[in-house]
């Protein structure tokens, strides 16, 4: 039997966020389907947790300390990856910073600063590693967008989804500039995915977990393991024809009308 689309035996990896939610699961997922990891987060505990249980599956892996909103340390973690494994396969963009601003609130230096930490590390990011993945003739490159940059989501995400939009629109960018030499470039597009942060400020707002239920049709919240199948999908062989894509990771958000009603509800459609 021939090898599996799926399958990223001999690659490496460079995770970004693999400390914690889905960065930790795209992290351990790539690793489950083969390839050896570079990781970075901030936290470093959480990080040498990933690190470890990538380990016992018998990968490689090196863990780097990292503020992705500091861009030499961006940089330092990619001259790490040329001293450790000299070539990059797989790049994973996960986190994104959010803080809740109505646009007639932000202030211009908030609205920067929530701009350079959604979007800009990660085209600093993503042109390290471009950079690297271009000289070899392959790559897959993986960001990390919202549905937020896709529609409006209101409730003070202004700034954040403005930046998202940035984050879908350089992808397509790069995508287009970049497939012609065999680097793809992805992104993810997560409705609202379960995490300690985003459970408190449920806690804290009543109404605001059916409000965000009446929007999914699958009836539930997203996990952080809901991403795995799809980061080894846009790793791999198997998405070999794949560019430039946006794909909604979001139980049915998206394709949702506004006005529409889920159909595992019966009263909805009385």
């Not at 987060?41 to 090196?62: F, H, I, M, S």
């Not at 601003?101 to 202030?107: D, N, T």
């Amino acid at each position: 039997m021939g090898r599996s689309l799926f399958d990223l035996s001999g690659r490496v990896a460079l995770v970004m966020g693999a400390g914690q939610n889905m960065g930790r699961a795209t992290a351990l997922a790539l690793a489950e389907a083969g390839a050896d990891l570079i990781i970075g987060d901030l936290n470093p505990e959480t990080l040498e947790q990933t690190a470890n249980e990538a380990a016992k599956l018998g990968r490689r892996v090196v863990s780097v300390r990292c503020d992705v909103y500091d861009f030499d340390q961006i940089r330092a973690m990619f001259d790490r990856l040329d001293q450790e494994f000299g070539k990059i396969d797989v790049l994973a963009n996960i986190p994104g910073g959010n803080r809740l601003w109505h646009p007639e609130e932000i202030s211009v230096e908030d609205f920067q600063e929530t701009i350079r930490r959604v979007l800009i590390w990660k085209f600093c990011s993503c042109l390290e590693g471009g950079r690297r993945m271009l000289r070899s003739g392959k790559g897959s490159i993986i960001n990390m967008a919202s549905l937020g940059g896709v529609n409006a989501l209101g409730r003070g995400n202004f700034a954040y989804s403005v930046a998202m939009g940035g984050v879908i629109q350089m992808t397509r960018e790069l995508s287009t500039e970049w497939a012609g030499r065999g680097v793809r470039v992805n992104a993810i597009a997560p409705a609202q995915i379960t995490n300690p942060a985003f459970e408190r400020r449920i806690e804290a707002t009543p109404g605001l977990r059916e409000n965000f239920l009446r929007g999914i049709p699958m009836g539930r919240l997203g996990v952080p393991d809901d991403i795995r199948g799809l980061a080894v999908f846009l790793a791999s062989d198997a998405s070999g024809f794949t560019t430039g894509a946006v794909i909604p990771l979001d139980g049915g958000n998206l394709a949702m009308n506004a006005g529409g009603t889920h159909g595992h509800r019966a009263s909805d459609a009385l």
